[in-house]
């Protein structure tokens, strides 16, 4: 167990009364950061969320656990209870630690309890995680961007409020806006997400992946084409939490699938973009 954090910082100290928004990023303890480490030596209650690894809490051995699981998609009247929860705790004088999968900013409501918290007039600090958008693909040997594919991403969420997908999503928009387009929740909604996309006009040969359980010892990757996903996921049974990647970046897990590789599995291709064959040929 990690008992100290670095020397030579002002590690800041998790008052009474205060309530820390961390994110626990999206799986492997070791992607925390060190003041959500910090946070989780001094709380004196945490209150986590459906997504966060098990093995994190163990490093907050004093503190109450609080589990919040809500998980995606599904309507969420109890929003406003977690939010009134961490107000009610915080006044009552405890150190507060709200722990959420990956960033509590990216599709994680974070905004949300930090604007009930701070209207009733609650202290609070924002500790930013790794996002499994990026992150979770990382672990998957995917980049989010290479310079040889695409110079923009852009995340989206495959569900609203509600859990239908966003309506005021304009999928051809998105189709045509970046090289890589990473959803979140997108499982549920697989079959409109995929259609939208090409019919807004990306390719139905794309290179695809869907990540599931990400930076965990559970992870999966399922490669694929844009126009196969909905089958050879159903085909492969991967369940949610997962991350869909779609671009040209996905074909470069041949050469980066790292955790492969430190498996003793050879690259499969070491040049799946073409790129050396291409500048060849320039
Ligand atoms: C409510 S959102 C929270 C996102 C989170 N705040 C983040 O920054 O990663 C939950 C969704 O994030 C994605 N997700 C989170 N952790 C994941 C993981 N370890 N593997 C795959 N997908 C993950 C899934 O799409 C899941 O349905």
Same mark, same amino acid.
């Given at each position: 167990m990690v008992t100290h954090l670095p020397p030579a910082h002002d590690w800041p100290a998790l008052e009474p009364g205060w309530v820390w928004l961390c994110g626990a990023g999206p799986g492997d303890p070791g992607l925390l950061t060190l003041h959500a480490l910090n946070a989780l030596r001094q709380a004196d209650v945490v209150i986590y969320d459906?997504?966060? =690894? +098990? $093995?994190?809490?163990?490093? $907050?051995?004093q503190a109450e656990r609080i589990h919040a699981g809500k998980r995606g998609g599904k309507p969420s009247p109890r929003q406003r209870d977690i939010s009134l929860r961490l107000v009610e705790l915080a006044r009552a004088g405890k150190r507060v630690l709200r722990l959420k999968g990956g960033d509590p900013f990216v599709f994680g409501r974070g905004g949300e309890e930090a604007q009930t918290l701070i209207s009733h007039g609650i202290p609070v600090r924002i500790v930013p995680g790794i996002t499994a958008g990026i992150g979770g693909l990382a672990y998957a040997?995917? +980049?989010?961007?290479?310079r040889d594919t695409n110079q923009s991403v852009t995340f989206v969420t495959g569900h609203d409020q509600t859990g =239908?997908? *966003?309506?005021?999503?304009d999928w051809g928009a998105i189709a045509r806006a970046s090289g890589t387009i990473v959803i979140y929740m997108g499982m549920k909604h697989l079959a409109r997400i995929t259609a939208g996309l090409i019919e807004g006009g990306r390719d139905p040969g794309e290179p695809c992946a869907v990540v599931t359980d990400? $930076?965990? *010892?559970?992870q999966r990757v399922l490669e694929t084409r844009l126009g196969r996903m909905v089958d050879d996921v159903a085909e492969s049974g991967l369940e949610p939490p997962a991350i869909l990647c779609i671009g040209r970046v996905t074909l470069l897990r041949q050469v980066l699938d790292w955790q492969a590789l430190a498996a003793g599995a050879a690259p499969r291709d070491l040049d799946p973009l073409g790129r050396r064959s291409a500048s060849e040929s320039a």
């Amino acid at each position: 167990m990690v008992t100290h954090l670095p020397p030579a910082h002002d590690w800041p100290a998790l008052e009474p009364g205060w309530v820390w928004l961390c994110g626990a990023g999206p799986g492997d303890p070791g992607l925390l950061t060190l003041h959500a480490l910090n946070a989780l030596r001094q709380a004196d209650v945490v209150i986590y969320d459906a997504l966060v =690894e +098990p $093995a994190i809490l163990d490093w $907050a051995p004093q503190a109450e656990r609080i589990h919040a699981g809500k998980r995606g998609g599904k309507p969420s009247p109890r929003q406003r209870d977690i939010s009134l929860r961490l107000v009610e705790l915080a006044r009552a004088g405890k150190r507060v630690l709200r722990l959420k999968g990956g960033d509590p900013f990216v599709f994680g409501r974070g905004g949300e309890e930090a604007q009930t918290l701070i209207s009733h007039g609650i202290p609070v600090r924002i500790v930013p995680g790794i996002t499994a958008g990026i992150g979770g693909l990382a672990y998957a040997g995917i +980049p989010v961007t290479h310079r040889d594919t695409n110079q923009s991403v852009t995340f989206v969420t495959g569900h609203d409020q509600t859990g =239908e997908t *966003p309506g005021s999503l304009d999928w051809g928009a998105i189709a045509r806006a970046s090289g890589t387009i990473v959803i979140y929740m997108g499982m549920k909604h697989l079959a409109r997400i995929t259609a939208g996309l090409i019919e807004g006009g990306r390719d139905p040969g794309e290179p695809c992946a869907v990540v599931t359980d990400a $930076a965990t *010892p559970r992870q999966r990757v399922l490669e694929t084409r844009l126009g196969r996903m909905v089958d050879d996921v159903a085909e492969s049974g991967l369940e949610p939490p997962a991350i869909l990647c779609i671009g040209r970046v996905t074909l470069l897990r041949q050469v980066l699938d790292w955790q492969a590789l430190a498996a003793g599995a050879a690259p499969r291709d070491l040049d799946p973009l073409g790129r050396r064959s291409a500048s060849e040929s320039a």
